[in-house]
Protein backbone atom coordinates (compact mmCIF):
# COMPACT_ATOMS: atom_id res chain seq x y z
CA UNK A 1 0.00 0.00 0.00
CA UNK A 2 1.56 3.68 -0.99
CA UNK A 3 1.38 5.86 2.37
CA UNK A 4 1.18 9.94 1.26
CA UNK A 5 2.68 11.79 3.51
CA UNK A 6 1.34 15.57 3.50
CA UNK A 7 3.09 18.25 4.49
CA UNK A 8 2.53 20.70 6.52
CA UNK A 9 0.00 19.59 9.03
CA UNK A 10 -1.47 22.93 9.09
CA UNK A 11 -0.42 26.25 7.10
CA UNK A 12 -1.04 29.82 8.63
CA UNK A 13 -1.56 32.10 5.75
CA UNK A 14 -3.08 35.46 4.78
CA UNK A 15 -5.79 36.31 2.01
CA UNK A 16 -3.61 36.66 -1.66
CA UNK A 17 -0.51 35.12 -0.18
CA UNK A 18 0.83 32.05 -2.02
CA UNK A 19 0.23 28.09 -0.90
CA UNK A 20 2.49 25.28 -0.98
CA UNK A 21 1.04 22.01 -0.08
CA UNK A 22 3.44 19.14 -0.32
CA UNK A 23 2.62 15.52 -0.48
CA UNK A 24 5.13 12.39 -0.67
CA UNK A 25 4.64 8.89 -1.73
CA UNK A 26 6.24 5.74 0.15
CA UNK A 27 6.94 4.62 -3.25
CA UNK A 28 6.39 6.04 -6.80
CA UNK A 29 2.70 6.79 -8.26
CA UNK A 30 2.21 5.00 -11.31
CA UNK A 31 1.10 7.36 -14.58
CA UNK A 32 1.55 10.70 -12.00
CA UNK A 33 -2.13 8.82 -11.16
CA UNK A 34 -2.30 12.02 -8.09
CA UNK A 35 -5.01 14.05 -7.19
CA UNK A 36 -5.82 16.88 -4.91
CA UNK A 37 -9.37 17.51 -3.30
CA UNK A 38 -10.26 20.74 -1.43
CA UNK A 39 -12.99 20.12 1.94
CA UNK A 40 -14.21 22.82 3.73
CA UNK A 41 -16.54 21.90 7.06
CA UNK A 42 -19.78 20.40 6.37
CA UNK A 43 -19.03 19.84 2.72
CA UNK A 44 -17.93 17.23 0.69
CA UNK A 45 -14.89 17.14 -0.79
CA UNK A 46 -14.03 18.88 -4.12
CA UNK A 47 -11.65 17.91 -7.15
CA UNK A 48 -9.30 20.27 -7.91
CA UNK A 49 -6.32 18.44 -9.48
CA UNK A 50 -5.78 15.12 -11.05
CA UNK A 51 -3.03 13.28 -13.35
CA UNK A 52 -0.63 15.63 -10.62
CA UNK A 53 -1.21 18.77 -13.05
CA UNK A 54 -4.66 18.72 -14.67
CA UNK A 55 -7.09 20.98 -13.49
CA UNK A 56 -10.69 20.04 -12.58
CA UNK A 57 -13.40 21.29 -14.62
CA UNK A 58 -14.46 24.73 -13.53
CA UNK A 59 -11.43 24.99 -11.01
CA UNK A 60 -9.86 28.59 -10.86
CA UNK A 61 -6.04 28.43 -12.61
CA UNK A 62 -4.81 30.12 -9.50
CA UNK A 63 -4.44 26.75 -8.35
CA UNK A 64 -1.44 24.48 -9.79
CA UNK A 65 -0.49 21.12 -9.56
CA UNK A 66 3.35 19.53 -10.48
CA UNK A 67 5.34 16.91 -9.80
CA UNK A 68 5.78 13.19 -10.60
CA UNK A 69 7.56 9.97 -9.01
CA UNK A 70 7.38 10.38 -5.29
CA UNK A 71 7.36 14.45 -4.75
CA UNK A 72 3.88 16.18 -5.58
CA UNK A 73 3.35 19.95 -4.99
CA UNK A 74 -0.18 21.72 -4.84
CA UNK A 75 0.44 25.46 -5.24
CA UNK A 76 -2.07 27.99 -4.47
CA UNK A 77 -0.89 31.45 -6.18
CA UNK A 78 -3.28 33.90 -4.30
CA UNK A 79 -5.45 32.86 -1.48
CA UNK A 80 -8.87 34.17 -1.40
CA UNK A 81 -11.17 33.95 1.36
CA UNK A 82 -13.27 30.83 -0.06
CA UNK A 83 -9.87 28.71 -0.33
CA UNK A 84 -9.18 28.14 3.70
CA UNK A 85 -10.08 24.60 4.14
CA UNK A 86 -8.59 20.99 3.88
CA UNK A 87 -7.16 19.28 1.74
CA UNK A 88 -6.01 16.16 0.99
CA UNK A 89 -3.92 13.94 -1.66
CA UNK A 90 -4.88 10.71 -3.48
CA UNK A 91 -2.65 8.22 -5.28
CA UNK A 92 -5.36 6.13 -7.53
CA UNK A 93 -2.30 4.29 -10.07
CA UNK A 94 -2.35 1.56 -7.41
CA UNK A 95 -4.54 -0.62 -5.27
CA UNK A 96 -5.76 0.32 -2.70
CA UNK A 97 -6.20 3.83 -3.37
CA UNK A 98 -5.15 6.16 -0.67
CA UNK A 99 -5.07 9.41 0.58
CA UNK A 100 -2.86 11.51 2.74
CA UNK A 101 -3.79 12.86 5.99
CA UNK A 102 -4.67 16.42 4.75
CA UNK A 103 -2.97 19.82 4.77
CA UNK A 104 -5.25 22.69 6.68
CA UNK A 105 -5.21 26.00 5.37
CA UNK A 106 -6.02 28.45 7.81
CA UNK A 107 -6.46 32.42 7.92
CA UNK A 108 -3.02 33.86 9.74
CA UNK B 1 -26.48 18.37 -14.21
CA UNK B 2 -24.51 15.41 -12.88
CA UNK B 3 -25.36 13.93 -8.91
CA UNK B 4 -24.98 11.39 -6.47
CA UNK B 5 -27.95 11.53 -4.14
CA UNK B 6 -27.13 9.69 -0.89
CA UNK B 7 -29.33 8.27 1.36
CA UNK B 8 -30.52 10.00 4.56
CA UNK B 9 -28.58 9.87 8.33
CA UNK B 10 -29.35 6.91 10.06
CA UNK B 11 -28.84 5.90 14.17
CA UNK B 12 -27.99 1.82 14.26
CA UNK B 13 -27.47 -0.41 17.47
CA UNK B 14 -24.50 -2.79 17.73
CA UNK B 15 -24.75 -6.31 15.75
CA UNK B 16 -27.51 -4.32 13.29
CA UNK B 17 -27.50 -4.04 9.39
CA UNK B 18 -27.95 -1.51 7.87
CA UNK B 19 -27.45 -0.69 3.83
CA UNK B 20 -27.10 2.92 2.14
CA UNK B 21 -27.79 4.37 -0.98
CA UNK B 22 -26.31 6.45 -3.96
CA UNK B 23 -28.42 7.15 -6.57
CA UNK B 24 -26.59 8.51 -9.93
CA UNK B 25 -28.59 10.93 -12.38
CA UNK B 26 -27.43 12.89 -15.48
CA UNK B 27 -24.97 11.35 -16.76
CA UNK B 28 -24.74 7.17 -17.99
CA UNK B 29 -24.52 5.45 -14.78
CA UNK B 30 -22.88 2.68 -16.64
CA UNK B 31 -19.87 4.49 -17.82
CA UNK B 32 -18.25 5.38 -14.42
CA UNK B 33 -16.94 3.57 -11.77
CA UNK B 34 -18.66 4.07 -7.79
CA UNK B 35 -16.28 4.09 -5.06
CA UNK B 36 -17.33 4.50 -1.27
CA UNK B 37 -15.14 6.96 0.96
CA UNK B 38 -15.41 7.04 4.62
CA UNK B 39 -14.49 10.04 7.04
CA UNK B 40 -14.90 9.23 10.50
CA UNK B 41 -15.52 12.14 13.06
CA UNK B 42 -12.80 14.38 12.88
CA UNK B 43 -10.48 12.37 10.50
CA UNK B 44 -9.55 12.05 7.13
CA UNK B 45 -10.44 10.69 4.20
CA UNK B 46 -10.26 6.23 3.54
CA UNK B 47 -10.95 4.73 0.28
CA UNK B 48 -13.48 1.28 1.19
CA UNK B 49 -14.31 0.15 -2.41
CA UNK B 50 -15.26 0.50 -5.54
CA UNK B 51 -17.68 -1.23 -8.51
CA UNK B 52 -18.01 -1.04 -11.76
CA UNK B 53 -22.16 -0.77 -12.59
CA UNK B 54 -21.86 -2.01 -16.23
CA UNK B 55 -20.43 -5.44 -14.59
CA UNK B 56 -20.38 -5.45 -11.20
CA UNK B 57 -16.97 -5.77 -10.79
CA UNK B 58 -15.74 -5.23 -7.33
CA UNK B 59 -12.61 -3.93 -5.85
CA UNK B 60 -12.44 -3.21 -1.96
CA UNK B 61 -9.48 -1.69 0.29
CA UNK B 62 -7.99 -4.53 2.22
CA UNK B 63 -9.05 -2.41 5.19
CA UNK B 64 -12.33 -2.84 4.56
CA UNK B 65 -12.79 -6.17 2.96
CA UNK B 66 -14.65 -8.67 4.58
CA UNK B 67 -16.56 -6.05 7.02
CA UNK B 68 -18.78 -4.09 4.33
CA UNK B 69 -20.85 -5.68 1.14
CA UNK B 70 -20.52 -3.16 -1.93
CA UNK B 71 -23.31 -4.04 -4.68
CA UNK B 72 -25.20 -2.04 -7.34
CA UNK B 73 -28.68 -1.97 -9.26
CA UNK B 74 -28.09 -0.67 -12.65
CA UNK B 75 -31.44 -0.30 -13.88
CA UNK B 76 -31.99 2.42 -11.06
CA UNK B 77 -28.97 3.55 -11.19
CA UNK B 78 -28.02 3.54 -7.45
CA UNK B 79 -25.09 1.76 -5.50
CA UNK B 80 -25.25 0.31 -2.19
CA UNK B 81 -22.89 0.22 1.11
CA UNK B 82 -24.00 -2.32 3.14
CA UNK B 83 -22.93 -4.05 6.61
CA UNK B 84 -24.34 -6.94 8.52
CA UNK B 85 -23.31 -6.35 12.01
CA UNK B 86 -22.63 -2.83 12.59
CA UNK B 87 -19.76 -2.20 15.35
CA UNK B 88 -19.61 1.29 17.25
CA UNK B 89 -17.01 2.09 15.11
CA UNK B 90 -18.60 2.30 12.30
CA UNK B 91 -20.03 5.27 12.94
CA UNK B 92 -18.90 7.94 10.24
CA UNK B 93 -19.65 9.97 7.37
CA UNK B 94 -19.59 7.97 4.31
CA UNK B 95 -19.32 9.09 0.61
CA UNK B 96 -19.92 7.87 -2.89
CA UNK B 97 -17.60 9.41 -5.63
CA UNK B 98 -17.66 8.82 -9.46
CA UNK B 99 -14.65 7.70 -11.02
CA UNK B 100 -14.42 8.09 -15.42
CA UNK B 101 -12.39 5.17 -16.59
CA UNK B 102 -14.00 5.49 -20.14
CA UNK B 103 -11.99 7.96 -22.16
CA UNK B 104 -9.71 10.29 -19.86
CA UNK B 105 -8.90 8.86 -16.44
CA UNK B 106 -10.71 11.27 -13.90
CA UNK B 107 -10.98 10.43 -10.39
CA UNK B 108 -13.76 11.62 -7.72
CA UNK B 109 -15.06 14.29 -10.11
CA UNK B 110 -18.36 13.98 -8.46
CA UNK B 111 -19.62 13.19 -4.64
CA UNK B 112 -22.24 12.40 -3.14
CA UNK B 113 -23.45 15.21 -0.27
CA UNK B 114 -22.78 12.38 2.50
CA UNK B 115 -24.74 9.54 4.67
CA UNK B 116 -24.18 10.28 8.18
CA UNK B 117 -23.78 6.76 9.88
CA UNK B 118 -24.08 6.41 13.90
CA UNK B 119 -23.58 3.03 15.80
CA UNK B 120 -24.47 3.74 19.36
CA UNK B 121 -26.41 1.62 21.86
Known amino acids: EIVLTQSPGTLSLSPGERATLSCRAS???????LAWYQQKPGQAPRLLIY???SRATGIPDRFSGSGSGTDFTLTISRLEPGDFAVYYC?????????FGQGTKVEIK | EVQLVQSGAEVKKPGESLRISCKGSGYNFNSYWINWVRQMPGKGLEWMGRIDPSDSDIKYSPSFQGHVTISADESISTAYLQWSSLKASDTAMYYC??????????????WGQGTLVTVSS
Open chain 2, 97 to 110: ARFSVRGVIIPFDN
Open chain 1, 51 to 53: GAS
Open chain 1, 90 to 98: QQYGSSPWT
Open chain 1, 27 to 33: QSVSSSY
